[in-house]
């Protein structure tokens, strides 16, 4: 059993960058796949800090891991990123676009044309643009993935003040769907869709009352750990999914079920 976990589920000699990655559920990413034998590439806008901590912590348990810093909502920011990725790899075999954020709630009506660019150049725009300009290092990894995070908010809108978020994020989808064909049969790529995951993100836009309410909604009857995202993003960048591409896992205790 050991050894077909390690060949189909081990990433051993394989590079990962992973957006976003200083906390929450990049920061779960990063360290999984880390401890799964990845090189990582963690990815951070102004969360420095944060960042060095999850390096060291990859370090720290035998990994190889640096930290890079670029602001990816332009595209000059993505392209930064990528040039700091050549310049320690010739390659690159997993790409999680995880970078994003709901920026703060805002109606439609009293929503400004800032706000709506920014929520679309963070969490849109830079998964387009990452993409596309990291795909001449992914032609040349081993059985490259790139795995998309959506949300369960492109499915059911989301809670109030959150309509260009979830419009962000069910782009998205559709996005995964079109670059996995574009993409094979060379580049899978798939996504994971999150629901009510407890990260900074609703510790800073929603109540504990509001938390409650969702765990005792979903059929689990809790709310979901960072960790949980990142398994099914092992398993998206495995061997053992070499079969799948074009799909979306929902993370999610059953509260929204497609």
């Known amino acids: 059993m050991t050894e077909y976990l390690k060949q189909n589920f081990g990433l051993c000699g394989k590079c990962a960058l992973v957006t976003g990655a200083s906390r929450g559920i990049g920061r779960a990413v990063a360290l999984a796949l880390a401890q799964s034998g990845a090189a990582v ?6 969360s420095k800090k944060k960042a060095e901590e999850v390096v060291k912590e990859i370090i720290n348990m035998g ?6 810093s670029a602001d990816l909502s332009d595209s000059n920011g993505s392209k930064e990123l990528i040039d700091h990725v050549k310049g320690k790899w010739e390659h690159l075999d997993i790409l999680v676009n995880n970078a994003g954020d709901m920026v703060n709630r805002s109606s439609l009506l009293q929503a ?3 706000w709506i660019e920014t929520v679309l150049r963070v969490n849109l725009h830079s998964t387009l643009y990452v993409t596309r300009d990291a795909l001449p290092l992914l032609l040349k990894g081993r059985l490259p993935a790139v795995i998309n995070t959506a949300s369960i908010s492109a499915h059911n809108g989301g809670a109030g003040g959150v309509s260009v978020y979830a419009a962000a994020k069910g782009a ?25 995951i407890l990260t900074d993100l609703h510790n800073r836009l ?3 009352a509001g938390l409650e309410s ?3 909604q979903t059929p ?4 979901g750990q960072p960790e949980e995202c990142a398994s099914a993003v092992i398993f998206l960048s495995s061997d053992a999914s070499s079969f799948i591409t074009g799909q979306v896992i929902e993370i999610n205790g059953g509260l929204w079920m497609g």
């Open 41 to 46: 590439a963690v990815h951070y806008h102004r």
């Open 63 to 68: 990994g190889q891991s640096w930290s890079v």
């Open 112 to 114: 400004s044309n800032n």
């Open 172 to 196: 998205i989808l559709s996005l995964t769907r079109s670059m996995a064909r574009e993409l094979a049969p060379t580049v899978r790529v798939n996504a994971i869709a999150p629901g009510v």
């Open 206 to 208: 929603s109540t504990q």
């Open 214 to 216: 969702l765990a005792q």
């Open 220 to 223: 689990l009857k809790r709310n």
